[in-house]
């Protein structure tokens, strides 16, 4: 990537606006668009995290996924790790309502993608058992002021852990817009459509994810995206 191009960092309302004109204008569906994420998470995992290079003799990832977008798209992202022969646990305190976060959890459980009951609050616990954890909780959607239960007790947890964190889109806990100064600290970070506000000083492995995005939304956002090498679907920033 040339050292002139920086792309726009988004505004949570900006990335908002996308979404549904990709959902309403461009008829993408809400499941295609999970599923263009998730993948291209997993994909981002493999890069950043390769299983010849894992510490542990077994490839064991932890995914903690939210009720909500962000929720959807670590379950993807769970399926895709272990077809790619990770060993993935998912940790899903408030299972949704919604039929899409229904239809991927089956998903993940046909494929005996194990489901934990309860986080261990023993953090050496999390330690020995995972190489990394995925946190795919909070996202965009979530105030960063008001985080309830059991939210706010898993961020907890997840600022004492010593394994490597990946946060999808905008790490749990943190505002959108805002650097984070006292939240979770990700060692790898998976901007989806185009960085947020919140990335701008992030200094760990950056990803960004949203090859599919149409010329014309590009365009009118002024993303100024970067170029994608070769195929790939997603590139580091």
Same mark, same amino acid.
């Given at each position: 990537?040339?050292?002139?191009?920086?792309?726009?960092?988004?505004?949570?309302?900006?990335?908002?606006?996308?979404?549904?004109?990709?959902?309403?204008?461009?008829?993408?569906?809400q499941q295609q668009l999970i599923e263009l994420w998730?993948?291209a998470c997993a994909l981002a995992i493999t890069k950043?995290?390769?299983?010849?290079?894992?510490?542990?003799?077994?490839?064991?990832?932890?995914?903690?996924?939210?009720?909500? %977008?962000?929720? +959807?798209?670590? $379950? &993807?992202?769970?399926?895709?790790?272990? @077809?790619?022969?990770?060993?993935?646990? #998912?940790?899903?305190?408030?299972?949704?309502?919604?039929?899409?976060?229904?239809?991927?959890?089956?998903?993940?459980?046909?494929?005996?993608?194990?489901?934990?009951?309860?986080?261990?609050?023993?953090?050496?616990?999390?330690?020995?058992?995972?190489?990394?954890?995925?946190?795919?909780?909070?996202?965009?959607?979530?105030?960063?002021?008001?985080?309830? %239960?059991?939210? +706010?007790?898993? $961020? &907890?947890?997840?600022?004492?852990?010593? @394994?490597?964190?990946?946060?999808?889109? #905008?790490?749990?806990?943190?505002?959108?817009?805002?650097?984070?100064?006292?939240?979770?600290?990700?060692?790898?970070?998976?901007?989806?459509?185009?960085?947020?506000?919140?990335?701008?000083?992030?200094?760990?492995?950056?990803?960004?994810?949203?090859?599919?995005?149409?010329?014309?939304?590009?365009?009118?956002?002024?993303?100024?995206?970067?170029?994608?090498?070769?195929?790939?679907?997603? $590139?580091?920033?």
């Amino acid at each position: 990537m040339p050292d002139n191009l920086n792309p726009l960092h988004l505004l949570k309302g900006d990335a908002a606006a996308i979404e549904t004109e990709l959902l309403r204008d461009y008829k993408f569906g809400q499941q295609q668009l999970i599923e263009l994420w998730g993948q291209a998470c997993a994909l981002a995992i493999t890069k950043a995290y390769p299983l010849s290079a894992l510490s542990k003799k077994q490839p064991t990832v932890l995914v903690i996924c939210g009720p909500d %977008e962000n929720g +959807s798209i670590g $379950l &993807v992202c769970a399926r895709h790790l272990r @077809i790619f022969d990770y060993e993935p646990t #998912v940790y899903h305190p408030k299972r949704s309502s919604h039929s899409l976060h229904q239809d991927f959890t089956i998903q993940c459980e046909k494929m005996d993608i194990p489901f934990l009951s309860y986080l261990p609050t023993e953090v050496q616990l999390i330690n020995d058992a995972y190489n990394l954890v995925i946190d795919a909780m909070l996202g965009l959607e979530a105030d960063s002021s008001n985080i309830k %239960e059991p939210y +706010s007790g898993i $961020l &907890v947890t997840l600022k004492q852990i010593k @394994i490597p964190i990946v946060s999808v889109d #905008v790490p749990s806990g943190w505002d959108a817009e805002e650097p984070s100064q006292d939240g979770i600290n990700p060692e790898v970070l998976i901007s989806l459509i185009a960085p947020k506000k919140c990335a701008l000083n992030f200094s760990g492995k950056h990803f960004l994810a949203g090859r599919f995005l149409p010329y014309d939304i590009q365009k009118k956002y002024e993303l100024n995206l970067p170029d994608y090498a070769g195929t790939d679907c997603l $590139l580091e920033l």
